[in-house]
Each structure stands twice: as structure tokens, then as C-alpha cells.
């Protein structure tokens, strides 16, 4: 899997011999020079610093090497590309607590494009993006959220420019992709079965650019903030899971990281939502608490200000960072339970692996018609009621 | 949402939730030993522990407050104060919205960003020349 995967346009691998600042002075161009200007002091940096490592979940022994790397990287252009999702990721982002170290980081790359964020719009918007590109061929970063439709180009366009045309387009001079959101890292809910856009991920398509994938619905805002000034302190991308995550961030389990795993350990489970086990704090698992497969920093990051978690309010783990999350079977359902119906499974399955596609498929159908079946309209009668 | 019909949430959160605490003060006496003998500082970043709701408070308040208390305006504010065990430091990062952004404990004898920065100290020499300069230009009436 990529390690440590070094890249243009952040820290210098090595401070240069020759050239090298004085110490109390600053090379110009970069961003402790940019900070400065900003009349951020050196002592504010260094707060910047050590906020910057505990958001990368680094130990705060690196704190003194951020902040000598960080001095010395270039702003980065970055473009980043909106397809078929909620906007959430954005707003996750946008709406984040730690306002001056986020903005102080939004301040230190080159936000180039953002459909939603900027203030040109139309062929003024494209023009943006495709000057940056040029500009920046190979070392900008491309930042993705939401999937790609492949069954019809027309299920999601942008200035008349396919996601998918867009996609391969922006790639192409990319340093690295950055794909935010489950959309763009896994296919996310237009995936979900049955995935009537034909969704698929970033790297279903992109398969020769570095990909760092930043899942979630919506991700951490720390998280997304906490990738790109990896990128911005070390110029490389962090090490990744098999499924191409940061390990940093989603190394461990929610339920090796929470402070209800006590409970999980001694057998003590909340049944529902409100009987002594609930009240108490217990463990989520009976409840459907997706906590033991799926791998974020919720249970430690937090949210809301660093308030809670959900599992802190007393609500299961859906498991939003997770491939296929949606189609897990159930979001109140325990693990230990089987996510199918085995008897429908077990005659599909019958139907032999050569025809395991047509089985599938066939699952899906069914399951999309059942859907159809029990769906019933509401009216305005019933809204009167 | 009139206040009489506001929904009463009571997720009950029992003492003994505590099972991080005697660990982190452990870690602690752990790196006073180290800063005693071989003059070693150590950081413990409190947001990378999982802590159940109270227990970052409970450990906050078992170290409680000692002698030296400071706060810094520098990107929002920062409040930094040794705990009543000496050499055992509280440090706390906000934002300008005064949400903690960071929270860490310090086992030093001083917080670096406490410190004077040479960075800084250089400015602050441009900034007095430049005032002086400035002074004896109107002083002499020129």
C-alpha cells in the first residue's frame, strides 16, 4: 500500500544546504512566511503547530518537526470537484469548529475551484479551473466529493461537462486526489442497491494517481483538514490502509477507541433504547452498533466541538466510513445477525458461481420491486390528518 | 421550544466510566520521573485518549492548580497553568469562538510556548529600532 509517497508542492524533503534561512527569518513564498505576514507570531505558530499535530493524530513529540516543515512548504493549488452527493462533505468542512486553525489552513492552499464555495459560476467558474490546471500541471492536489454515475453521463453534470469526462480531465495533471466522503471513496448512498446511476468511486476509474480516501457522511471535518496538512507539512500523503485511508485517522476500530468497550467486555448490553442498559451507558452492540467493523476517529475526534460522538448520545455506530454501509443489512440490527435473507440468498446462490452476476443482480431486482410494492404515496389528505 | 415541553434527556453516566484516569496519571508520575532524572519533557495529548463524558474533568481536576497561572491572546486564546504537582502543566488551546481546540498536559519545568520565541524577539528588535529611528526624527524636527 502507498507509503509516504513524496510529492511537489509541500515541505522539502530536506532543508537545503545553501539558502537556508537565518533563524527569526523566513524564506520568502512559503508558509511561515505567509503566517507572519498574516501577523501570526511565532509563538502563535507554534499553537498552530501543536493543534495541527493533535488534529493529525500525530504525537506531540512532532510537533517541533511540523512546525520547522510547515515554515518551509509552498501553497498549494487545489481544485476540488463536486459530483453526485449532498454537499455535506462541504458543510461538514465549511461548518467546522476549530475556525482558526481551518481557516488558517484554508488560507494556506490555493483553493482554485469549488463549484459551491466560489463566486464565479457558469464558463467563468470552468475557465478557473482549467487556467489552474495548466498553471499547476502535476502538482496540483484534486479534491472529490461524491460518486460518479456511469450508466448515463446525463444523470450528473457540471457546465455541460460529464462527471466522469470532468474526472479524467482534472486527473490527469493531478499530484494526488484527495476523495472526501464516502460518495467518492466507496460510492456511498447513490451505490446503494440498486445503484440506479451505476455510481462508482473515485478509484473505480483513476488508477494511476496516488488516491488518499477520506470516508465518512460526512467526514470529520478534523480528518479532512488533518489530510491536507499532512500534505502540507510532510509534501507527501500518509500511509493507507488496505482500502486506501489514512492510517492515522482510521487505523482503529470505533469500538477499540470507545469508552463504552468496558461494557462490550463484561457482557453488559443496552437492549433498547430505553431500559437500564441504555440509561447506564451500556454497550451498543444488541442495538446494531456497527462500532467493531468500522474504523474512524469518531470515538476520539469527536464532533460537535469535540462534544460527543454518536455513540456518546446513545446511538449505534452506523458504520458511514465503511464500503457498502448502507446496504448493510440494517442499521438497528446486531452484527452477529445475517445481513440477507438466507433463504432468498441460499436459492439465488444455488443458482451456481457461473451465474453469480446474474444472481446478484437478480437479488437486487427483487428487492427493488418489494421496494416499489410497499412504497405508498402520500397526499396532501394526509398530511391534513 | 417552550422549555416545559423541551424534552428531558437523562443518559445517566456512572463513576465508575473512569477506567482511563489512574492510566493517565500513571503516565504522568511516569514522565515527572523522567523530567527528575533525566531532564526529559513529555506531552500527553488529551484528545487522543478515549475519555467517557466526565472523565476529562475528573482527570483535570485530581491535578487541580498550582502556583503559576497564564493566559496567551494569540489566535484565539490559550490558557496555561502548572498543576499543584510542580513540573506538571495544563495547556489549553481555543479558538476564537473560545472552543478547545487542544488540550494537552506538559511535563516540563516551562511550556515552550510560554517562552520568548528568538523569531519573535528579532521582530520585536526591527520594531524598537524602527520606533527609535522614528523618535529622534521628530525630536530633531526633521
Not at chain 1, 140 to 150: A, C, H, M, Q
Not at chain 1, 204 to 214: C, G, Q
Not at chain 2, 56 to 82: F, P
Amino acid at each position: 500500500m502507498t507509503k509516504d509517497v513524496r510529492l511537489q508542492g509541500g515541505a522539502p524533503e530536506e532543508a537545503p544546504e545553501k539558502g537556508t534561512p537565518e533563524k527569526g527569518t523566513l524564506e520568502k513564498g512559503t508558509l511561515g512566511e505567509a503566517l507572519r505576514s498574516q501577523g501570526v507570531s511565532r509563538r502563535g505558530f507554534m499553537k498552530f503547530c501543536a493543534t495541527t499535530a493533535s488534529m493529525m493524530a500525530l504525537p506531540p513529540s512532532m510537533i517541533p518537526l511540523i512546525a520547522n516543515a510547515l515554515e518551509k512548504a509552498r501553497r498549494p493549488s487545489v481544485i476540488w470537484l463536486s459530483f453526485q452527493e449532498c454537499t455535506g462533505c462541504t458543510e461538514s468542512l465549511t461548518r467546522a469548529h476549530t475556525t482558526t486553525v481551518e481557516s488558517l489552513i484554508f488560507d494556506l492552499i490555493s483553493l482554485d475551484y469549488h463549484h459551491t464555495l466560489q463566486a464565479a459560476s457558469g464558463a467563468a467558474a470552468e475557465a478557473a479551473r482549467e487556467a489552474a490546471m495548466e498553471e499547476n500541471f502535476g502538482n496540483y492536489l484534486l479534491v472529490v466529493d461524491g460518486s460518479i454515475p456511469l450508466d448515463n453521463p446525463g444523470y450528473s453534470t457540471i457546465a455541460g461537462i460529464s462527471n466522469l469526462d470532468m474526472l479524467k480531465e482534472s486527473a490527469k495533471g493531478a499530484a494526488a486526489i484527495i476523495a472526501v466522503g464516502t460518495c467518492a471513496t466507496y460510492g456511498g448512498i447513490p451505490h446503494a442497491n440498486p445503484n440506479p446511476t451505476g455510481a462508482v468511486s473515485v478509484n473505480e476509474i483513476i488508477k494511476d494517481k496516488p488516491i488518499i480516501n477520506v470516508p465518512g457522511c460526512p467526514p470529520i471535518p478534523v480528518v479532512i483538514t488533518g489530510v491536507l496538512a499532512h500534505y502540507l507539512t510532510f509534501g507527501s500523503i500518509p500511509e493507507l490502509d488496505h482500502i486506501g485511508r489514512p492510517k492515522v485517522f482510521y487505523g482503529q476500530s470505533i469500538h477499540d477507541r470507545c469508552y463504552r468497550r468496558p461494557f462490550y467486555d463484561k457482557g453488559q448490553f443496552a437492549e433498547t433504547f430505553d431500559d437500564e442498559g441504555a440509561r447506564k451507558g451500556w454497550c451498543l452492540y444488541k442495538l446494531g452498533c456497527k462500532g467493531p467493523t468500522t474504523y474512524n476517529a469518531c470515538a476520539t475526534t469527536k464532533w460537535n466541538n469535540g462534544t460527543s460522538f454518536p455513540i456518546e448520545s446513545g446511538h449505534p455506530c452506523l458504520g458511514c466510513s465503511e464500503p457498502d454501509f448502507w446496504d448493510g443489512g440494517g442499521f438497528y440490527k446486531p452484527l452477529s445477525l445475517p445481513t440477507e435473507d438466507l433463504s432468498k440468498t441460499a436459492v439465488y446462490t444455488a443458482a451456481g458461481a457461473a451465474v453469480a452476476g446474474v444472481a446478484i443482480s437478480a437479488l437486487n431486482r427483487a428487492k427493488k420491486n418489494a421496494s416499489n410494492r410497499i412504497h405508498i404515496k402520500t397526499t396532501i389528505d394526509d398530511l391534513r390528518k | 421550544m417552550n422549555q416545559a415541553h423541551a424534552p428531558q434527556f437523562n443518559i445517566h453516566v456512572g463513576t465508575e466510566l473512569t477506567w482511563n484516569v489512574k492510566p493517565i496519571l500513571h503516565e504522568i508520575r511516569h514522565a515527572l520521573e523522567k523530567l527528575l532524572n533525566d531532564g526529559e519533557p513529555s506531552i500527553i495529548d488529551l484528545r487522543s485518549i478515549p475519555l467517557a463524558p466526565g472523565e476529562e474533568e475528573t482527570i483535570i481536576n485530581s491535578l487541580g492548580h498550582g502556583e503559576v497561572h497564564a493566559r496567551l491572546d494569540v489566535l484565539g486564546s490559550s490558557e496555561i497553568y502548572e498543576t499543584r504537582f510542580t513540573g506538571v502543566w495544563l495547556v489549553t488551546h481555543y479558538n476564537e469562538d473560545d472552543s478547545i481546540v487542544s488540550r494537552f498536559i506538559e511535563v516540563t519545568e516551562i511550556p515552550d510556548v510560554l517562552k520568548s520565541q528568538r523569531e519573535d524577539v528579532t521582530h520585536a528588535l526591527d520594531e524598537l529600532v524602527t520606533k527609535l529611528e522614528t523618535e529622534e526624527t521628530y525630536d530633531r524636527g526633521d
